[in-house]
């Protein structure tokens, strides 16, 4: 990946995302009546948020879309290592830059991710998206 593919957030915007992902942590943690982590199982608890509300409003807020793309970026981002950033080809998206073990970088498209789990519904789902990528991120995977 070329260096000028990305850009790096800036310490208050990725903070402020920090906050997001804490925000829908939390709302998670209270649906869930227990505490949530950031791992695979909140993931799956994030895919039922989402098919909830997109029954009732096909078309989810914009702030809505940033609080699940934020906890699911924290997601990799804790995980993995990551840095927060934008991507600059297809238009600016929110992703994470994660190191892959077998060496390199690898960007995980979490907004377009959340974009894809709204319009395609569970056969787009988070927590089976944080496996292949996690898989591709171990160098698991071609």
């Keep these: 990946m070329a260096e000028g593919d990305?850009?790096?957030l800036s310490p208050d915007r990725a903070r402020y995302l920090v906050e997001l992902a804490e925000r829908a942590r939390a709302a998670l943690s209270r649906w869930a009546g227990q505490p949530v982590e950031y791992d695979a199982?909140?993931?799956?608890l994030l895919d039922e948020w989402i098919e909830r509300v997109v029954r009732s409003t096909p078309n989810p807020s914009p702030a809505m879309q940033v609080l699940w793309t934020a906890f699911l970026g924290e997601v990799f981002r804790r995980r993995y290592?990551?840095?927060w950033v934008i991507q600059q080809d297809d238009g600016k998206s929110l992703g994470v830059l994660?190191?892959?073990e077998a060496g390199g970088l690898h960007v995980v498209?979490?907004?377009r991710q959340v974009r894809r789990?709204?319009?395609?519904?569970f056969s787009d789902s988070l927590a089976l998206f944080y496996v292949r990528e996690g898989a591709l991120l171990r160098a698991e995977v071609d």
Aim: some cysteine; aromatic content about 4%.
């Design 6 to 8: 990305v850009e790096f």
């Design 41 to 44: 199982t909140a993931l799956q």
């Design 81 to 83: 290592q990551g840095e």
């Design 98 to 100: 994660c190191p892959v």
């Design 109 to 111: 498209e979490v907004a």
């Design 117 to 121: 789990r709204i319009q395609n519904g």
